[in-house]
């Protein structure tokens, strides 16, 4: 589900689940799991990447849609214990966005340090409010440390996608890399990360994201609402129609 490979210091995560690597309990316990492990870890770096042509596709709808309200509560906190994982993991992260980085996707992405996108046909953003659900607050405070509080704003009230220029423009990625030296430039940053002294970079971290995961700590309201609307799209139909809309079938 999550293949390591370690490179001169560099901890090399693939996500390899599924054809689209879509965001289910499992992948989300794997990536808590790993990221959570990596604070002790040897790795003074992490890339963060996928097989395929998808770095993520978001939420597993259809799981969704057949667990209801059961699968529900127990999916939304998993999927915000994962973003918060990568979030504050006191160590450089790299997201090396091989493909398709949607909703949840996009929002993994933006947990990371440093941010980069294959130049190819890949889209990124957020599809939340077009599938009718709320983020997690953790989800909200990570995109808007990403890309500043105005961008995040239009970027999750427009509910698009973004192919890679545009993606650059906004501050979804920071560098557009051929599809065939992603990993390779990926592992560089990292590398040169990973040079700056461990506790001074995990400090100057923390500092930064600080009001971020103050936000999300004191507004748990925030999680008991979006949990009360998620588990009303799981019956009421309005994600099965759009899932209809988007695949056809």
């Avoid at 596709?57 to 915000?80: I, K, N, S, T, W």
Wanted: glycine fraction near 10%.
């Amino acid at each position: 589900m999550i293949e390591r490979v370690d490179d001169d210091g560099v901890a090399i995560l693939t996500m390899a689940h599924g054809p689209v690597n879509a965001m289910d309990i499992e992948l989300c316990e794997g990536i808590t799991e790993t990221f959570r492990g990596l604070t002790a870890d040897p790795a003074r770096a992490v890339v963060l990447t996928a097989g395929g042509g998808s770095f993520s596709a978001g939420v597993d709808l259809r799981q969704f849609l057949d667990g209801g309200a059961p699968y529900v509560e127990r999916f939304l906190p998993a999927l915000a214990a994962c973003f918060r994982a990568v979030f504050d993991l006191p160590k450089p992260v790299v997201a090396a966005v091989n493909g398709h980085a949607i909703a949840g996707g996009c929002v993994l992405a933006a947990c990371a340090d440093t941010a980069i996108m294959a130049d190819g046909k890949g889209r990124i953003g957020l599809a939340e409010l077009q599938v009718g659900v709320p983020f997690p607050r953790i989800a909200l405070e990570a995109m808007r440390n990403a890309v500043g509080e105005v961008t995040a704003r239009r970027l999750v009230m427009g509910a698009r996608t973004h192919p890679p220029a545009e993606a650059l423009t906004l501050g979804l990625v920071d560098e557009l890399v051929a599809p065939d030296t992603l990993r390779e430039k990926a592992v560089e940053i990292a590398r040169g990360l990973a040079g700056i002294l461990p506790d001074t970079f995990a400090a100057t971290k923390a500092a930064l994201r600080r009001e971020a995961t103050d936000r999300a700590d004191r507004y748990t309201v925030d999680d008991e609402v979006a949990l009360r609307l998620w588990t009303r799209r799981a019956t009421d139909g309005h994600v099965a129609a759009y899932l209809e809309r988007a695949t056809g079938r």
